[in-house]
Each structure stands twice: as C-alpha cells, then as structure tokens.
RNA sequence: GUCCCCAUCGUCUAGAGGCCCAGGACACUACCCUUUCACGGUAGGUACCGGGGUUCGAAUCCCCGUGGGGACGCCA
C-alpha cells in the first residue's frame, strides 16, 4: 500500500482524479489545470490520483496516456500517482468500522430484484431509489439472509434532514436526504465502490479543496453524509461546469472528444492549449493573453462562469498563431524538424530551416502548417497545371527568361535579387505581381508566398535557376 | 417522472443596484499597410431568454415560466 505523507492541516490541497478508461481529453485537462493553478497559487500540493477501481475499464495504457498529457501540458504534481487498486486494504478496513459502528449494513437483495422494483418506482413516477429492505431499523426485525449469497455494503444514508455546502462555483446547494438512498459502498465480491473510495482518499490524502466536473455534484451530498459518518473533515467543492463541443453538443468519445495530445499532433502549441482552457469559464478581467505562471498567479475560483462552455477551435487557433509568432526559432526548428521527419522529408543545411522558420511563422496558425511550408525547400513542388497557366503568360515568360538570365550575376542575398526584379520588371514595363508571381508558383508551387526576394534568397541560387529553368 | 444545476453579442466573457441606451476577445465586414496571401493597424455591426415583482433606479435581487444540461448503477 502507498503511504501517504502528513501534512500541514493548513495547507490547501487538490486533486486530479481521472478514471484510466481513456486519453486526457479536454475537460479533463481543464480540471487538472484549474486544480493544478489552484494549489500553485496558493502554495500547496497538487495530488493526482488513479481512479481504477473499475478493473473491467481501467487499462494501463490509458493511464500513461493521461500522464502523458498532464506532462505535455506541463502540469506536474507533488504526490502520486496514487492507484485505488493498491489501497484496497485500506477501504476493506475502513468498511468494517463502519460495519462495526453501524454506519453500514448487508444487503442481500438480488440485482435482479434490485431492478425489477426500479423498475417498478419509475412506472409510478417516483424517483428509482432503494427501499431500505435491508436496513436495520430499532424494531424492525430483518429476514434471515438467503443461503449462498453474498450481500454487499450500503452506506446508512440519514433519512432526515438535508445536506448543504457551498459551493465554490455555483453556491450554496441543499439537498433533502430524503432524495438520497442507501448507496452500496461495497460490491457483492467485496471491492469498494467509487463513491467510497472517493471519501476514503479525500480525507486520508487530506484534500481541503475538491475541484471536479460539474457531473459529480449529484455525488456530493452522499459523500458529504458519508464523511461526516466516518468523522472526517468535509473538504471545500467547487464544480467546474462542462465543456461543450464546437457545435454545442455535448463532448463524447464518438463526438469530439479528442486526447489533448491530439492537438500536438495537430501543430499546436502546449501554452496555446493551456491559455485557451484557462480562458475558458475563467476570466481575469479582459486579459486574453496569459503565460501559465500568469495564470498561476491570477487564478480563483471566484471568477469560474457557473454555466457551460462551447469549445470554439478559431480562438484556439488564434492563440496558437499568437504563440508561434513569439516562438523561440530554435524551439520551432525542432518542433518542426521531427515533423518534416516524421514525413520521411530531411531538412538539409544550406535552405537553413531556422531561416525559413524566422520567415514564415508570423504566417501560420499551427506547426504543421509550418512544416508544410518548410518542406516545400527541400522537396520539389509540383506546381498545378491550373497555376502554371494563369501566371506564365507568353508576357511573363519573356520577362521571367530575362530575369533567369541574369540571375547567375548578381550577389546572392534579399536587396541584390530585390534590386534585379524590380530593375527587369521596370524594362518590360509591367507591374511587380507580373514576375513575382509566377516565380512563387515556380519556386513553392504555391500562390502565397512571403516577398519573393526574401523567399529566393534563402535558396541555394542553383535550385532557383533549376526550379525557374522549367518553364524556358 | 423526480431531484439538482445553468441562462449577457454566432462563440468565450466583463458586469457583484446607478460608472452600462452594456465593455473586451475570437469570428465577420470595410479601409490602411503591401510584390501575392498572411501578419500588423484603424473603423464598424451584432447580446442582457420571457413575464411578474422589490426599488427613486435592475443585466445585476426575488418569484413563475421557457429553454439547455446533469443525476437517479453492485460505472467512474
């Protein structure tokens, strides 16, 4: 079993809780973040935990998948990973006191059984709950427990009252404990149930502030009842409400719902990513733009919009071009270079790929944009027959020869082959798009292009003259 | 069905009774810059879900309605 640490009782401490069923996708780093600046700002401890208890669902892959995402994003924790499957014995014993203490009973009701008066409960228009069959009760004398089977453990849920906390995002929320029933905390073999689990490590790991997904409120009030029975400290929640997808519909594992690390194969960012989830259902003012210690040192919960998100790409996006237009060159030379490898393309020295990089960055909105524009030094385009067309005009042909021609005399850099384009478009009287164009279809087999001059320049001049030689 | 939560421009949001005939950002439109396209700059349009209250005064507080979401498991 893992230890757990003492610690400072006036220490905030949070938690990241993920269930391994899947990747980190983004609600979930969003949670993580939010409770991550949380501990941050305040100088505390940020614990990630392994919610496993689900043996059928739970795989390691999908744990290294989450470890790899926090790690992308650059969101590192002081304690864990915890794993709820290493603390069985923990929970075992913390349900035998409550056996012990009558804060839980046996209940031998079959899942069958079970269903079958839900089923019943929801055909009356009541709310499906359990009955109770099973609870002990001062004058109420239980059935003899059927042979063979083997019950589980439900929590002694109070059947009075209610329970109330404040919610740090959304406010003071009461709820009747006559809406609760007895929950299982315990399964017919024995392994403990997530709600338990839950409550044993909140408390056992000292969490003073549970900062989760806007689904778990329901969870909270049997939670609270069941820390309360076991005489531990009720933490401070706050829900987070959830992200939406582009299009408002609920984020699904069939819908939208893609792994952060999905967006790094996709060009952007990690800073970008993180700025964009912070900014989402947090504001600090009208700031925009933030670093992540920035964020870090902002952050509160009382500034979380109560209602939910829609995730919107094009802000994203605008982040990201943000970003990579402030990107240290060598940074993006790399980033960029395992790209262009990872397509089989290998940057050579002399177009240098730094160069080119310090040339188009300000122009793209993710890196494999970028890598889509540097491969274009170092493999041949093949400029479309449509493009070719429209700017090799017999006109243009005549003053691109002409050009071409004196090319090989003049010095090799930006002003020098500026100078000669302006100088031979003068001579056949036509306007500057007349030449640079066809060379930008010539040269990247693209329309759009930086200043021709500028782009020619980075070029070794003898791929120039081969790649503008095609057309003569 | 029952319980819980939510509700300001298309989107993310500012706003905690007068500063708001509602501000910022993305997106959009126009213009400027310009060797094309971007980048950058400038300008512009678009929103307080509906109805009742409370108040001298409500986007802000209360109630009802409507709409959206969540939960109701021996899943997490």
Known sequence: MTTLPDCDPLMIRTRFAPSPTGFLHVGGARTALFSWAYARRHGGRFVLRIEDTDLARSTPEAVQAILDGMDWLGLDHDE???YQTQRMPRYRAVIDDMLAAGSAYHCYMAADELERRREQQRAEGRKPRYDGYWRPAAGKTLPSPPAGVQPVVRFRNPDTGVVAWDDLVKGRIEIANSELDDLVIARADGTPTYNFCVVVDDWEMAITHVIRGDDHVNNTPRQINIL????????LYAHLSMILGDDGQKLSKRHGAVSVMQYDD???????LLNY??????SHGDDEIFSLQQFCAWFD???I?????QFNSEKLNWLNAHYLKRAETPRLEALVRRRLEARGVTPTATPSLAAIIELHQARVTTLNELADLAQVFYVDPQPKAELLAKHLTPETLALLGDFVDRLPDIPWEATAIGALIKESVARHGLRMPRLAMPIRVLLTGQEQTPSVDALMALFPRET???RLAVAA
């Open 277 to 282: 989830l912070g900014r989402l259902g947090w």
């Open 301 to 303: 919960l009382d500034h």
């Open 464 to 466: 120039v003259l081969r």
């Open 80 to 82: 864990g990973p915890f």
């Open 305 to 309: 919009t109560p209602s939910a998100a």
């Open 228 to 235: 309360q029975a076991l005489g531990a400290q009720v933490p």
């Open 266 to 272: 996709d060009g952007y960012l990690p800073e970008a």
